[in-house]
């Protein structure tokens, strides 16, 4: 995470940080995501009795960003965050970061997208190859899913990566203007992006499961020395 942070405040963006139990306007509604949604799904969420929740993803930062400051923004979001998940590539708190980029209209193009990610990517991981696929966020249109060549097998197809050579590595997409309006900004356009940051660390350091950077083993600790 620290490298992470490091790498995009060379590149001026702003660390925003935000609270932990959420309420359903800033974890749901602003990022275009009404009650009754079916996109809820795609996240399994901790409700409390008195109708907070833990956040299940760090874009409510973006939100009490927005709504607090003037364009242009340019910041990340580094955070903890809840899902009822567990499995070797899923636990029930993990670690991402999000980062939005927001400025006057025409201003900001999926073009500028691509290139922040690209030369991010190629930081991280080396001389990779990296692709763009069409996907869907309800807070981003367009929408896309990034991926990199299997650091691996160098994208000839292992098991790592289902044979296919590729690996999926984080979201990220155009500002739906449905969350321009749930912040009151008009005539604005911006990027945003996504990732976990335990996908990172498994990807770079070979970790097989998940759970294992939660457990303590000092077999595995005793690597980062």
């Not at 940051?197 to 770079?204: K, T, Y």
Request: glycine share 6%.
């Amino acid at each position: 995470m620290d490298r992470i942070i490091t790498y995009f405040q060379n590149l001026n963006f702003a660390v925003e940080e935000g609270p932990l139990v959420e309420d359903d306007f800033h974890n749901f509604e602003a990022l275009n995501l009404p009650k009754y949604h079916p996109a809820r799904d795609m996240q399994d969420t901790f409700y409390n009795k008195d109708y907070t929740l833990l956040r299940t993803h760090t874009s409510p930062v973006q939100i009490r960003t927005m709504l607090k400051q003037k364009t242009p923004i340019r910041m990340i979001a580094p955070g903890t965050v809840f899902r009822r998940d567990f499995d070797i590539t899923h636990t029930p708190m993990f670690h991402q970061i999000e980062a939005l980029v927001v400025d006057d209209a025409d201003k900001i193009s999926f073009a500028n997208l691509k290139h922040v990610l690209v030369e991010f990517l190629h930081h991280m991981f080396g001389d990779v190859e990296v692709r763009f696929r069409p996907s869907f966020f309800p807070f981003t249109e367009p929408s896309a899913e990034v991926d990199i060549s299997c650091v691996f097998c160098k994208g000839d197809g292992c098991r790592v990566c289902s044979h296919t050579g590729w690996l999926e590595v984080l979201g990220c997409g155009v500002v739906d203007e449905n969350v321009f309006k749930a912040v009151g900004y008009e005539n604005k356009s911006g990027y945003a992006f996504g990732l976990g940051i335990e996908r990172f660390a498994m990807l770079i350091h070979n970790i097989g499961d998940l759970r294992s950077l939660f457990e303590s083993d000092l077999r595995l600790l005793g690597q980062f020395k």
